[in-house]
């Protein structure tokens, strides 16, 4: 998978992306076929102990987009670029993305109208993702994590999602947005809009691994889990500890 590929999946068949952050989930997520494997910055949340993105630094993604490198062989990588990679300077931003680049990543993804920084980047030669709507890297800016671009604000949303379009992405992330304005949205880009809740016509949509298979406590409504994992692996694991003292485990069989 490219992302001229996605780019021309545009008003297709439904573009499938899901994040992955180590060696492990992307090979699940590559043996299921998606189009787009994204080594989000929601690795903070998802698997780092963060209450946000807004810690993840560079390292930290250039970490573990080499470890899904390693495992991901058909779809396209994409990584997020961390709070304080962009946004200084428009050399800042491109170094960040060769950063990512190096590590493996076939594409970036940047929150917010960067508008300079997605030209840049893409000269020397990296496809950018942009993302609009509720960026999450600006929770603190929006209060919490709000459904953005309501009533008045639709129009801002609006704006930023042409012009981020018009800067040459290849797919436009559209998150928390009413599904009304995801459809204005997607109708008036020439560019894929990949939804997460963001509604059903979007050209594609992303969903966050543990949120799918139910690697986490928490349920959002923007979520469907496929799998209760939560509760299987703690199950698998009070099983563990239960037979190891009572000594039913290890029996004859385990041992060498
Ligand atoms: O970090 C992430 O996982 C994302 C997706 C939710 C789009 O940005």
């Known amino acids: ?8 999946m545009k008003g297709g068949e439904p573009i499938v992306c899901l994040t992955a952050y180590d060696a492990v989930t992307g090979a699940l997520a590559d043996q ?4 787009l494997i994204l080594v ?5 949340n998802a698997v780092l102990g963060y209450e946000t993105t807004v810690p993840v630094t560079l390292d930290e993604m250039t970490h573990h987009v080499r470890a899904v490198r390693r495992s991901v062989q058909h779809a396209l990588l ?13 050399g800042q931003a ?5 950063a990512l680049a190096k590590a493996g990543a076939e594409a970036v993804k940047l929150e917010g109208s960067f508008l300079e920084e997605i030209a840049a980047i893409q000269k020397v030669g990296i496809p950018v993702m942009g993302h609009v709507g509720m960026t999450p890297q600006s929770v603190n800016l929006f ?5 953005q671009g309501k009533d008045a604000h639709a129009e801002h949303v609006m704006a930023s999602a042409r012009e981020v379009s018009e800067a040459g992405v290849f797919a436009l992330v559209l998150e928390l947005i009413p599904m009304s304005l995801a459809k204005l949205i997607t109708d008036a880009v020439a560019t894929p809009t990949i939804g997460i809740g963001a509604g059903p016509h979007c050209d594609g949509q992303v969903q966050v691994f543990h949120d799918l298979v139910g690697l986490t406590p928490h349920r959002f409504r923007h979520a469907k889990r496929y799998a209760e994992s939560w509760d299987i692996l703690g199950r698998a694991i009070a099983d563990y500890v239960s037979e190891t003292r009572t000594r039913a485990f290890p029996t004859d069989e385990h041992a060498s």
Do not use: E
């Open 1 to 8: 998978m490219t992302a001229p590929a996605i780019r021309a």
């Open 32 to 35: 299921a076929n998606v189009d």
């Open 143 to 147: 209060g919490g994590f709000k459904v």
């Open 78 to 90: 994409v990584a997020d670029m961390p709070l304080g990679s962009y946004g200084s300077t428009v």
């Open 40 to 44: 989000g910055d929601s690795v903070g």
């Open 94 to 98: 491109v170094d960040s993305a060769v």
